[in-house]
């Protein structure tokens, strides 16, 4: 304990503010002086947006977490953006906060989150994080929370900065924003790890684009995982596909923009990347299971959605594998395919449209389309929950006996109360039982607040998850945690992951080390 305490202190006094990139030009900063300028409440209740002299902008009637305040800008695509905000909030001890984008393409809203922050009560913090705009017709910038629906609070200096010569877009002066970036005099998990599986996490597209996060997660973890930026709705071009719909409505068109600067760091700097995920029923979108691509449309029969599946595995793979290669050593072909309730395949556009073989005819495409060597992987959730486990075994042995599948990925969003070590040892024996190369795909573990005995049992249960994965060293291929540190994770209030907001190391951290290091 006294080791992080010393750590923490001289990590502390190391972190520096850094400005953005010298090259970057602000370009757009609020002007809550004199009005909303343009801001309103995103909301289908009863939230309002007002002027806060002298220069903020103040939420408050809210009744869901996107209820927000939130501006349209006319974005380009394939522009590298820094956007940052400050936010304050006087309701709560701590609130977090997140820059999120909403955008649209032909009338279908899709959401990325850019960045996260929490604002003590009373304080000023900012948000600061990068984005590059896909594909849409229209982008709304909004600043949301995370766990507080009701929350009122204010914004203020909401700018955008862009490389010099990007058209302005009004209410420019010239103010770099704050970042906080790592140090690190850390024990390197990736060496204490090397020679036995890979250890990894997923980075999203804000993270992959800080040269100085990424040298970090270079020296910590030897394999990436993009978090949202290789998922259907990131990779799909739709407007480009239902133009090539007009010819061949199975014609599908894919774009890498989101995925790429990770790919490339990857590429350039030798970490290996886990690709997440080819066939899911979430975050695809709606559009693509429609006639013509057009949601307004029936749903396409057997025919046309196999030849869909099979023409978007094939571009992706196929281009992955030519501009990357090697770089992608193992795939999530499909992932969370078993209902919770049921323990059969969940109701998806996948099973209305192909039927109950979606799933082995994802794994025949992949295998057909990946470069040789690919692991392919079925990745889900609840294993250790027995109903679940005998669903997911019985999709598994199905699998098996096609011949195409390498690996089952053990997601493990847990808390430090559930489910116990004993049940997810009993759901790690019985599916390495079955002769399959193993990882843990998505790793974190959720306490309640923050405090030392919370972090000590949630370090126990890291340090008895890495005991067992060490136990099948043979055969796994990785342990990925998601997400660098607390305030980045996609349960942020759960303080979950192995670094706090400054990029501490937490017990878990230690836990984790201590762990390799032993064996
Ligand atoms: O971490 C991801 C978060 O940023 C997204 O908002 C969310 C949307 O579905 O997906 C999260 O990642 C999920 C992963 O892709 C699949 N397993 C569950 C993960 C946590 O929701």
């Known amino acids: 304990m006294r080791k992080t305490l010393a750590l923490t202190l001289a990590l502390l006094l190391m972190a520096a503010a850094l400005p953005a990139r010298a090259a970057d030009a602000m370009i757009y900063q609020s002007g809550f002086a004199t009005g909303t300028d343009g801001w309103y409440a995103r909301s289908a209740g009863s939230a309002k947006v007002s002027q806060l002299p002298p220069n903020a902008l103040h939420i408050e009637g809210r009744t869901a977490d996107w209820h927000s305040p939130g501006r349209d800008f006319a974005l380009v695509r394939g522009t590298p953006y820094t956007l940052s905000v400050q936010v304050r909030q006087d309701e709560a001890d701590a609130a977090d906060f997140i820059i999120s984008v909403a955008h649209a393409a032909n009338g279908e809203e899709t959401y990325e989150n850019i960045v996260r922050g929490t604002a003590r009560r009373g304080e000023w913090v900012t948000l600061s994080g990068a984005y590059t705009p896909g594909a849409f017709d229209r982008y709304v910038l909004y600043v949301e929370t995370l766990g507080a629906p009701t929350l009122s609070y204010d914004i203020r200096f909401f700018r955008i900065y862009a490389p010099e010569g990007t058209a302005n877009m009004e209410n420019v002066k010239d103010e770099a924003p704050a970042v906080i970036l790592p140090v690190d005099e850390l024990p390197r998990l990736k060496a204490l790890c090397a020679e036995r599986f890979d250890i990894g996490l997923c980075v999203p597209q804000y993270l992959a684009r800080s040269a100085e996060t990424m040298a970090f997660i270079r020296d910590q973890f030897s394999i990436v995982t993009p978090e949202n930026e290789l998922k259907p709705d990131a990779v799909l071009d739709m407007a480009a596909s239902r133009q090539l719909a007009k010819e061949d409505d199975t014609a599908v068109a894919v774009h890498f923009d989101a995925a790429k600067p990770l790919l490339d760091y990857a590429q350039a700097n030798g970490l290996k990347v886990h690709g997440h995920v080819l066939v899911w029923h979430s975050q695809t979108p709606e559009a693509f299971f429609h006639e013509g691509y057009d949601p307004a449309k029936p749903l396409v029969g057997r025919e046309v959605m196999l030849a869909r599946m099979e023409h978007y595995i094939r571009e992706v793979l196929t281009y992955t594998g030519t501009q990357y290669p090697g770089v992608i050593v193992s795939w999530d072909v499909v992932n969370e395919a078993i209902d919770d309730g049921t323990h059969t395949l969940r109701d998806s556009n996948w099973l209305k449209t192909v039927g109950e073989d979606f799933v082995s005819r994802a794994f025949a495409f992949a295998r057909q389309y990946a470069p040789e060597g690919t692991l392919l992987y079925y990745n889900d959730y609840n294993t250790a929950i027995p109903g679940k486990q005998n669903g997911i075994v019985r999709l598994l042995e199905g699998l098996i006996a096609d011949g195409t599948v390498d690996g089952y990925g053990f997601q493990m969003h847990h808390e430090i109360t559930f489910p116990t070590m004993a049940a997810i040892t009993a759901s790690v024996s019985r599916v390495a039982a079955l002769g399959l190369r193993l990882r843990v795909s998505e790793l974190d573990i959720g306490v ?72």
């Open 448 to 519: 309640n607040a923050a405090t030392e005995a919370n972090y000590a049992s949630q370090a126990a249960m890291y340090g008895d998850i890495m005991r067992l994965m060490l136990q099948y060293a043979d055969r796994v291929d990785a342990v990925q945690v998601w997400g660098l540190c607390d305030s980045q994770s996609w349960r942020a209030a759960k303080f979950p992951l192995l670094f706090d907001a400054q990029r501490n190391p937490k017990p878990a951290f230690w836990a984790v080390a201590e762990a390799l290091q032993k064996q």
